[in-house]
């Protein structure tokens, strides 16, 4: 984006970095519907403002710059490729208000790039592009045992065949397989994640249960739950 005249601790936008932001002050928004509306009235709920969103706009928008302005937040607004053009000008203006302090990420799939392409004044206020590509089998190897327990203690070779016949590097598809093995495997919800029993560790939901032992057949059975048409074998 655009830099700005900038203040010690603020990067080139003239916004404080992302990273030093709390979780707690991320908006997170996911829309049903393109329309510059849908995007005011997500925004207003996230804020916690009161009553509903005010159906004149001036008024709605007034009231969305007024919150944004009590503090640093990031805005994240999941299948950004969906919005028009009015929305994402909306957006744009949000950040440039010299009283917000507003970082905004825009999520979305490849459609999304072109359209910001085909708005110079949107896209001229773009400090970084990151493209997301399928994990490689040595990511999978360091990735995939970080992320749930299941695979902390699971041969190198395993991951490896699961990711081949099933994931082809989708964090996503991995994400569901592990759902569902756990699942499969009986692992039930104990309260207590806290203990210091090391038998219990965190389930997808963030609480507590007994590990089961890795199987290749439950993961074969986790797989045809995904995919009854396909046949995994060695």
């Not at 655009?2 to 932001?21: E, F, K, N, V, Y």
């Not at 509903?52 to 994240?76: D, I």
């Not at 806290?194 to 089961?212: I, K």
Request: net charge positive.
């Amino acid at each position: 984006m655009r830099p700005r005249r900038r203040r010690p601790g603020q990067d080139l936008r003239g916004r404080p970095p992302p990273r030093r932001t709390r979780p707690h002050t991320t908006l997170r928004i996911k829309l049903s519907s393109p329309k510059l509306q849908a995007l005011r009235d997500a925004l207003y709920k996230k804020l916690d403002l009161p009553g509903e969103a005010p159906l004149n706009s001036t008024r709605c928008e007034t009231m969305l710059k007024e919150a944004l302005s009590e503090t640093s937040r990031v805005l994240v607004v999941d299948e950004a490729q969906w919005l028009d053009t009015r929305a994402f000008e909306f957006i744009r203006e949000l950040w440039d208000d010299e009283d917000t302090r507003l970082a905004v990420v825009l999520v979305g799939a490849e459609t999304c790039y072109q359209k910001i392409k085909n708005r110079p004044a949107l896209d001229s206020r773009i400090l970084v592009w990151q493209r997301y590509k399928p994990l490689t089998p040595t990511e999978v190897l360091t990735v995939i045992p970080e992320y749930h327990p299941l695979w902390a203690d699971v041969p190198a070779d395993e991951p490896l065949w699961i990711d081949d016949v099933a994931c082809h590097g989708n964090f996503r598809q991995w994400a569901k397989i592990t759902y569902l093995l756990w699942d499969e495997c009986g692992g039930t919800e104990v309260k207590g994640a806290g203990s210091a029993d090391s038998s219990h560790r965190p389930t997808p939901h963030g609480t507590a249960a007994p590990l089961p032992p890795y199987s290749r057949d439950l993961v074969r059975a986790v797989l045809s739950r995904l995919d009854p048409t396909q046949r995994h074998v060695d």
